[in-house]
Structure formats: structure tokens, C-alpha cells
């Protein structure tokens, strides 16, 4: 029977690291800052950004939320990122996904000056990513998908790992965090897609299997290889009439079926969505520290 990771306990344990940072940072009269950018009215982005803000405020940043309505023009965002650039009480900026179709993210985003990137979406930190720069401000959700392998003990060295998906966000930086050299890197990596013909034959064959595609229990019992450590990225909704909203949470995993078979997995919730969280303000705090040498 396999063990679930308890996803919250380490986002605890980076939140604390985090604490003492801040700490540090304001005994020499510094206050980390986040600024998000919201465009519209979303709910699923509205409770995001709630969190993001809470968590903000729990660990004593300044938080900069910009709600901002769904008829707001490219130019006036491009000129509030500006703004946020030159604030020096902001050290962190992120525009929350998805924006109104009318609007160009990727312009958004190239707006952002790297160092305050701390998404890791900018083409300058996903190159340094990439190239295994040991200061780049990595993406949120692969960074803590390594973390949380890190606190199970569970090396990549080596080992045959299997990504679902290859976004922009998780699966394709992932796969740049996996293969950088160390215990938490070298994996022997394979990365699947839509396009992938028959996804059992080589998610069957991962000591290491982390699903990011969006697809409410798209992973059965019989894809996954006995023992294997399953790390689910997926949030999806599905249709629950016991549940006062009428829906609940579930990941890509089939988790039931699974964690009999599997060695460890995340659940969802309670996994890697509150690592996202907690490593979005660990690089706010690294950014800080990099744009006032503290
Ligand atoms: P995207 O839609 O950007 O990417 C999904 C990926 O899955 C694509 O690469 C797509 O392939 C692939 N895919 C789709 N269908 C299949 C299939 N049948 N078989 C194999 N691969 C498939 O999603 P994101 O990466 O942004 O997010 C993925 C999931 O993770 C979502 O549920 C999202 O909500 C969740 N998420 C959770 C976070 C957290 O903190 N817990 C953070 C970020 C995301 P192709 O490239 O060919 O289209």
C-alpha cells in the first residue's frame, strides 16, 4: 500500500524557511513585495489570487493586488507592469492565468523585468532554467514538485520518470529541472502528450510518474508500475452533488485505484497545489534578496 504525501506539511516547512528570510530581510529594513495582476472575473483566478494574497500577508510581504475589470486595454497593462518594475517597494510581479482573450499574456509577461519574474515565465528564466543557472528564478510548480520529492527522499538519479504534458508552466520546465545534474535531477526522462499514441505503455514503464494535463482520472491502477511515486499536478473539477458547491477536487490520478499500487502519492487537494503557493513567495523572497544584495 502506498504512503500520500502530505503536500501541506512541506509547504509549511518552506512557509517557515520563508519566515525566517523575511524576517532577516526586515531587521535590515527591508519588506519583501508582490504585486499579482488580475484581469477579469474568473473565479477560479479570483480564489487563486485570494490565497496568494493571504499567504503573502501571513508571512509578513507587502501585497500588491490589482484587481483589475475585464474591459482594462493591453496598454494599460503593459503600463501598470511598467509601474511595478519601477516600484522599489515590488520585488515580485505576476499576472494571474487566464487573462481575457482580448489580451496578449506572453507580451504581458516579456513586460516584467526578469528579476522580478517570480512565475519564472520570462524567456530569460526559463533560459537560465534551463541551462541549470543556479540563481534563476524557477517556475513555482516544478520547483515544487522537486521539493517535495526532495523531502521524500525519493532521487531522480537515474531513474526512468514519465511527465504527462508539456506546457509552458509545468510539464516542459519540469522536464528542465529533471534533467540538471544532481540527485534531484538526472533523470532518464520521458515526456508525453496529446500526441502521444499509446500513454499506458510508457507511463507503465516510470519508477517516477508526475501527471499535469487536466484531466480528471485519466491515469488508471493499470498504468502505473508497481511502486512507482505518482505525482499528480492535475486540478479538475467534477460534478458531486453531496458537496454544497455541487462539485469537488480531483487530480489526473484515479488516487483510489492507485495508491494501493503505487509507493507514495500526492493527493489532490492537499498535494502539489499548496507547494505552488509556498514556492511562488520563496521566490519572492529570493528576488528580494537578489535586487537589495541582502
Ligand atoms: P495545459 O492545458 O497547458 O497542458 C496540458 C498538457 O497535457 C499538454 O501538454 C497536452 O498535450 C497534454 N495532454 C492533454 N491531453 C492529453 C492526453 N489525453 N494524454 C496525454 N497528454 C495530454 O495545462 P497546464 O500544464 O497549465 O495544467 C495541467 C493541469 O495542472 C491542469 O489541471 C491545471 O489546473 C493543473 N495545474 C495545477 C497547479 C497546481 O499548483 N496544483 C499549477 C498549474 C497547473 P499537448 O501539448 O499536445 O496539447
Do not use: W
Not at 115 to 143: M, Q, S, W, Y
Not at 235 to 243: G, I, L, M, P
Amino acid at each position: 500500500m502506498g504512503q500520500p504525501i502530505d503536500g501541506r506539511a512541506v509547504a509549511q516547512k518552506v512557509n517557515a524557511e520563508t519566515s525566517l528570510q523575511v524576517e532577516r530581510l526586515k531587521v535590515n529594513g527591508v519588506v519583501p513585495g508582490l504585486a499579482v495582476i488580475m484581469v477579469g472575473d474568473d473565479p477560479a483566478s479570483f480564489s487563486y489570487v485570494l490565497a496568494k494574497e493571504k499567504k503573502a500577508q501571513e508571512l509578513g510581504f507587502k501585497s500588491f493586488i490589482y484587481r483589475m475589470p475585464p474591459t482594462t486595454t493591453q496598454q494599460e497593462l503593459l503600463e501598470l507592469v511598467r509601474s511595478c518594475n519601477e516600484n522599489a517597494e515590488i520585488h515580485g510581479i505576476l499576472v494571474q492565468s487566464p487573462l481575457p482573450v482580448a489580451l496578449n499574456e506572453h507580451e504581458l509577461v516579456m513586460a516584467i523585468v526578469p528579476e522580478k519574474d517570480v512565475d519564472g515565465f520570462h524567456p530569460i528564466n526559463v533560459g537560465l532554467c534551463a541551462l541549470g543557472a543556479p540563481h534563476a528564478l524557477r517556475p513555482c510548480t516544478p520547483a515544487g514538485i522537486v521539493r517535495l520529492l526532495q523531502e521524500c527522499k525519493v532521487s531522480t538519479r537515474g531513474k526512468r520518470v514519465v511527465i504527462i504534458g508539456r506546457s509552458r508552466i509545468v510539464g516542459l520546465p519540469l522536464a528542465h529541472l529533471l534533467l540538471q545534474r544532481g540527485e534531484f535531477g538526472d533523470a532518464t526522462l520521458t515526456v508525453c502528450h496529446s500526441r502521444t499514441p499509446d500513454l499506458g505503455s510508457e507511463t507503465r514503464r516510470a519508477e517516477i510518474l508526475i501527471s499535469a494535463v487536466g484531466q480528471a482520472h485519466l491515469v488508471k491502477a493499470d498504468m502505473v508500475r508497481p511502486g512507482a511515486v505518482v505525482i499528480d499536478v492535475g486540478v479538475n473539477r467534477v460534478e458531486d452533488a453531496t458537496k454544497p458547491r455541487g462539485y469537488r477536487i480531483v487530480g489526473d490520478i484515479d488516487y483510489d485505484a492507485v495508491l494501493p499500487v503505487a509507493s507514495f502519492v500526492t493527493p489532490v487537494p492537499g498535494g502539489v497545489g499548496p507547494m505552488t503557493i509556498a514556492m511562488l513567495m520563496a521566490n519572492t523572497v529570493q528576488a528580494c534578496r537578489t535586487q537589495t544584495g541582502l
